[in-house]
């Protein structure tokens, strides 16, 4: 048989399948020609395990399509080991997912009502290399990235479950705010979001998909220097240097004057805008004078900044501040033009909150 184009998909080995979900639309195409096979299969494969998320094989497809494909590409997906969920009222509630591979490695991940859809919040590695204080998951270091089919396959397993409750809303924003930083397994993450992109199959809008980093600007210039036309979301934290430093000890290495010079080259279409996270933690960053010197730092950006109340997880030394000083730190920010968010906190109770994501459930 002939081997695919290696930097492409990978080989093909009988013995060991190329996963389905690692494959692009424009990867499909080029492996079916390259087989002497109807390109138009891609079409017709897309539209059947991404739009209408059917298991087997379409029956509109030519035999010797069929045959190859069995022969050569798995259709497996992750498992939901186990959900649990957290009710807010009868028809919000935030679901989170331990989702296993088959080197039964386990990430989770989030499934977040809103406005009669779902918001999923992906993994991109298993563990964390950053160490970010603030968050369970940089508790754990890294074990290894995941690939490009195992995060599409979060998706595709978290929509077979929620088909198999009877549940028909759509998932329509992604956000990769799960375990990981996903700049730092660019390529893989780059990848699956061509997959959510293809207007073949999910066609998920680029302005609904949000990628997170912590900083990580090796992984911004590759994006920069890429065809990603994804939103950014940035953890800001703080804007004082040794507090930065403390919460995310990748600025030490990467200090977020780098970054934000880096940001001023950031294409950004109408309406299109980076947004800012920023975590509020008592006695740390909370001041109404943080809030000052935040909004002044982002004055000349195209931004939209999301504050985080701090979500507590076994063992961490911070804490949330009061309502009263979020309040007054929100009061603050609304003087000046760049518009500020309060993220509400869905799913604390079940630590499927911001930062607070684990392998070890
Ligand atoms: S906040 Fe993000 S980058 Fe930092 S340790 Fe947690 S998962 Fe990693």
């Given at each position: 048989m002939k081997l695919v184009r290696k930097h492409a998909i990978g080989h093909i080995d009988p013995m060991n399948k190329t996963s389905f979900y690692g494959l692009s639309y424009n990867d499909l195409e080029l492996l079916l020609k390259e087989h002497q096979l109807n390109p138009y299969g891609a079409r017709v494969l897309f539209n059947w395990v991404y739009k209408k998320r059917r298991a087997g094989l379409p029956p509109n497809l030519a035999q010797v399509t069929k045959k190859f494909l069995n022969e050569n590409i798995s259709f497996e997906l992750p498992h939901v080991l186990k959900d649990q969920k957290v009710i807010q009222n009868h028809q919000n509630s935030t679901q989170k997912f331990l989702i296993s591979f088959g080197d039964s490695r386990t990430v989770e991940c989030v499934l977040i009502p809103f406005q009669g859809k779902y918001t999923l919040c992906l993994s991109?590695?298993?563990?964390?290399?950053?160490?970010?204080?603030?968050?369970?998951?940089?508790?754990?270091?890294?074990s290894r990235n995941l690939s490009s089919e195992e995060i599409v396959g979060q998706l595709l397993s978290t929509y077979h479950w929620l088909e198999d409750q009877g549940h028909n809303l759509r998932i329509s924003n992604l956000v990769f705010?799960?375990?990981?930083?996903?700049l730092h397994n660019f390529e893989a993450v780059q990848k699956a979001c061509s997959i959510f992109l293809s207007q073949y199959g999910?066609?998920?809008?680029?302005?609904k998909i949000s990628i997170s980093t912590a900083g990580y600007l090796p992984g911004l210039k590759k994006w920069l220097a890429s065809s990603l036309d994804v939103n950014l979301a940035l953890s800001l934290h703080s804007t004082n240097r040794s507090i930065r430093d403390e919460l995310i000890p990748l600025n030490k290495a990467y200090p977020l004057e780098d970054i934000l010079e880096l940001l001023k080259k950031w294409p950004l279409g109408p309406k299109r805008f980076i947004t800012f996270e920023y975590l509020l933690i008592k006695d740390l960053n909370d001041r109404e004078e943080d809030a000052h010197l935040l909004a002044e730092l982002l004055s000349n950006y195209s931004a939209l900044i999301n504050l985080i109340p701090f979500n507590p997880f076994p063992g961490s030394t911070y804490e949330r501040p009061e309502e009263e000083k979020i309040e007054s730190f929100q009061r603050v920010l609304s003087e000046y033009s760049t518009p500020a968010m309060l993220r509400k906190t869905k799913g604390e109770d079940i630590l499927a909150a911001c930062g607070q994501l684990s392998s070890l459930a």
């Open positions: 991109s590695q298993v563990g964390c290399a950053m160490k970010c204080s603030f968050c369970y998951t940089g508790t754990q270091g890294l705010m799960g375990q990981g930083e996903p999910l066609s998920i809008g680029k302005e």
